[in-house]
T-cell receptor, first 112, second 113 residues
Framework: DAKTTQPTSMDCAEGRAANLPCNHS???????VYWYRQIHSQGPQYIIH???NNETNEMASLIITEDRKSSTLILPHATLRDTAVYYC?????????????FGTGTLLAVQP | DVKVTQSSRYLVKRTGEKVFLECVQD?????MFWYRQDPGLGLRLIYF???????EKGDIPEGYSVSREKKERFSLILESASTNQTSMYLC????????????FGNGTRLTVT
């Protein structure tokens, strides 16, 4: 599975959009991009995933570049409760089910 | 909404005790997983199950066993708890195939003294 690179930390003002980047330059054609977040002392929470097209759900939007080498998670109106570590993961759906590697992620701090 | 429920949020056990961690999911998912999460080591897979009565070892199965008698329930057993098994334990489930994501429970923080 491809490795991902994310900034260590980011700040965002409450009410503004939070844009979290992820680089996955070695992604292959059958690998999905998944985003999770983890608030301290809780289990990881699934946010969104995609293969090629941009995706949107009630929590966030996922923008994947045309070459698929990078993506951006957008939280449209960040709140204080969105403060968490955000993980970007790439994984092939045909691959072994145990290959879900959480890197160090991005600590998003939403400021009042 | 998918719900993965772990029976305990916090557990304190003594060395040598047999420990049972229970996990239930309500979405009829075929696949279920047990991970542990430790600072600096990330999530490590202990065991997973493709379906009822099926189990596969993950990356760190030593000292653990699992049971999946019903589709919705996946139990992790520490045969004889040791202090190096003090950790956050996370259960997850997913629908089989098609890139479907993992859904995690809130975790059980186990302390072995």
């Amino acid at each position: 599975d491809a490795k991902t690179t994310q900034p260590t930390s980011m700040d965002c003002a409450e009410g503004r959009a939070a844009n979290l980047p992820c680089n996955h330059s070695t992604i292959s054609g059958n690998e999905y991009v998944y985003w999770y977040r983890q608030i301290h002392s809780q289990g990881p929470q699934y946010i969104i995933h995609g293969l090629k097209n941009n995706e949107t759900n009630e929590m966030a939007s996922l923008i994947i570049t045309e070459d698929r080498k990078s993506s951006t998670l957008i939280l449209p109106h960040a709140t204080l409760r969105d403060t968490a570590v955000y993980y970007c993961i790439v994984r092939s759906y045909g691959g072994a089910t145990n290959k879900l590697i959480f890197g160090t992620g991005t600590l998003l701090a939403v400021q009042p | 909404d998918v719900k993965v429920t772990q029976s305990s949020r916090y557990l304190v056990k003594r060395t040598g005790e047999k420990v049972f961690l229970e996990c239930v999911q309500d979405m009829d998912h075929e696949n279920m997983f047990w991970y542990r999460q430790d600072p600096g080591l990330g999530l490590r897979l202990i065991y997973f199950s493709y379906d009822v009565k099926m189990k596969e070892k993950g990356d760190i199965p030593e000292g653990y066993s699992v049971s999946r008698e019903k589709k919705e329930r996946f139990s992790l057993i520490l045969e004889s708890a040791s202090t190096n098994q003090t950790s956050m334990y996370l259960c997850a489930s997913r629908m089989y195939g098609g890139g479907s994501p993992l859904h995690f429970g809130n975790g059980t923080r186990l302390t072995v003294t």
